[in-house]
C-alpha cells in the first residue's frame, strides 16, 4: 500500500520533522535533559497551529491539531500507562485512520535503556501492542530513531529486567513516517468500530487542551465519556495529540 493519495509526502515530512527538531533543540538547551520535559517540548511544537501548511497532493488540505491528557487513578492512587504519547492521524473524516503510541526515550550515542516492565505494559495486550512504538531522542546528535516495542522486547536477555541496546540501524523517524503511511507497519483503524484504539482513548480523555466549539472526536462513544476500566490496570497513554487533515477551504486559508 502506498501512502494516501491526498498527502503530498514531502510536505508531510518538512512539518513533522520541523516540528521535532524544534522540540529536540529546545529542550536540548534547557537544564533538564530527561523524557517527561523532553515529551512537553514534543507536544507543544507538534500541537502549535500551522497556518497555510498545505499538506495535500492533488488538492489543498490544511492541517487541525487537538491534545488531550488521559488519566485514571489505580490502585492506591497510581498510575499505569502503556506509552507516554498516542499520535492519531485522520484524512478524510476517517476514511484513513491510524494510531500509534510511542514510549519517548533518551539515549546517548544511538544507545538507550530500557526497562522490561514498560515494554510489557505497552505490548500487554494485541490492540496496543500493534500500534506500539519506541522512539529513541539522541541528546547528543539530535537524532531520532523508531522501532516496534515488541521487536525491542524481543532483544532482552532472559530473565533481564533492563536492557541496554543500540539503536543507530533502527528507522529514522522520517523512515518510520514514510512506512507507517503506507501501512507497512502499524495497524489502521474504523473510525466506526466499536471496539476500536480510539474510542479506547476517548474514554479515558480528562482534559481537553484549548477545547473549543470546532473539537472534534467522530469516534468518541455517544453519551460522552465513559471510562472503561482495563483488565490489567494500563491507562494507553499519558497523552494523546489527534491530527486530522482537511480539505482547505478559501476562507480559512492564511
Excluded at 537544564?31 to 497551529?49: D, V
Excluded at 481537553?208 to 460522552?224: A, V
Aim: proline share 4%.
Amino acid at each position: 500500500m502506498t501512502s494516501p493519495a491526498s498527502l503530498d509526502l514531502d510536505r508531510v515530512l518538512e512539518a513533522a520533522l520541523g516540528a521535532v527538531h524544534s522540540a529536540m533543540r529546545s529542550w536540548s538547551e534547557g537544564g533538564l535533559q530527561t523524557e517527561e520535559p523532553l515529551l512537553n517540548h514534543l507536544i507543544g511544537a507538534l500541537s502549535r497551529k500551522r497556518r497555510g501548511c498545505d499538506v495535500g497532493g492533488p488538492a489543498a488540505n490544511r492541517v487541525a491539531n487537538q491534545v488531550a491528557l488521559l488519566h485514571r487513578k489505580g490502585d492506591h492512587n497510581t498510575d499505569k500507562f502503556g506509552a507516554d504519547l498516542a499520535v492519531t492521524l485522520s484524512i478524510a473524516d476517517g476514511r484513513f485512520l491510524k494510531s500509534a503510541l510511542f514510549q519517548v526515550k533518551v539515549g546517548d550515542a544511538f544507545t538507550g535503556s530500557f526497562a522490561r516492565s514498560q515494554l510489557e505494559d505497552a505490548t500487554s495486550d494485541q490492540q496496543v501492542r500493534e500500534r506500539a512504538f519506541v522512539c529513541v531522542f539522541d541528546r547528543g546528535r539530535l537524532r531520532t530513531r523508531v522501532k516496534q516495542a515488541d521487536a525491542v522486547l524481543a532483544n532482552f536477555k532472559s530473565g533481564a529486567a533492563n536492557s541496554s541496546q543500540t539503536c543507530h540501524d533502527w528507522d529514522t523517524l522520517g523512515e518510520w513516517i514514510c512506512k507507517w503511511l503506507a501501512c507497512q507497519i502499524g495497524k489502521p483503524s474504523r473510525v466506526d468500530d466499536p471496539n476500536g484504539i480510539e474510542r479506547r482513548l476517548s474514554s479515558y480523555v480528562v482534559e481537553r487542551r484549548n477545547e473549543t466549539s470546532s473539537w472534534t472526536e467522530p469516534w468518541r462513544p455517544e453519551g460522552g465519556q465513559t471510562v472503561n476500566r482495563e483488565s490489567n490496570g494500563i491507562i494507553p497513554a499519558k497523552a494523546w495529540l489527534m491530527i486530522f487533515v482537511v480539505p482547505e477551504s478559501s476562507s480559512e486559508r492564511a
